[in-house]
């Protein structure tokens, strides 16, 4: 299940035309800014998720962008570029994470995961609202920064809702489970 649902969402990044190319120098500095401001306050790791899964999305559009700087062209380029942004998600999980997946809506995933993928769509999509937002008025933002403005408040607003459903809480059992380093009472059935 884990497997499908990630070749689904995905699937629907690679099916999406790119309407707009969110990857200004402001938002990404926006982006890296409010994930190490999380991290710092001792935020929750759904909210740090959010924001490191915009990031690594910005990163592969920075990367995109260089590509064809440098006149680098062959089939499925973008896609691949941007499953090996995001995949720098799990260097979290070598070190610092234990993948633990949980029913979460629809999917059986690592809530650090989920919240990352939210992350990186809401990037995305932020970015070709603002792009049909502007075409309905002229061609012009309603706002100076409006570029800027719509991804970050969509961001803070994902945050806030996973720090209030606490996505990345350890569960009672899990908290629980405390076992010796050792690692002696793995096998233990007497109890």
Request: hydrophobic share 55%; aromatic share 16%.
């Amino acid at each position: 299940m884990t497997t499908f649902g990630l070749i689904l969402v995905f699937g629907l990044i690679y099916a999406l035309p790119a309407y707009a190319n969110p990857a200004c120098a402001v938002c990404t500095v926006a982006v890296a800014a409010g994930l190490e401001i999380a991290r710092k306050l001792g935020v929750d790791d759904g909210v740090i998720a959010i924001w490191a899964g915009a990031l690594l999305t910005l990163i592969g559009y920075w990367t995109i962008l260089w590509f064809d700087k440098k006149g680098w062209q062959f089939k499925g380029r973008n896609a691949i570029l941007m499953l090996l942004s995001f995949s720098m998600i799990f260097a979290v999980y070598w070190k610092d994470l234990v993948y633990t997946p949980k029913p979460i809506l629809i999917f059986y995933l690592d809530p650090f995961l989920f919240c990352g993928i939210v992350g990186a769509l809401l990037l995305i999509y932020s970015s070709v609202f603002y792009q049909w937002m502007k075409k309905k008025n002229g061609g012009h933002a309603h706002f100076p920064f409006e570029k800027v403005v719509l991804p970050v408040v969509a961001l803070i607003i994902a945050g806030y809702a996973a720090d209030y459903l606490q996505l990345c809480a350890p569960s009672a059992d899990t908290a629980a489970l405390t076992l010796p380093a050792d690692g002696s009472d793995i096998y233990n059935f007497n109890n």
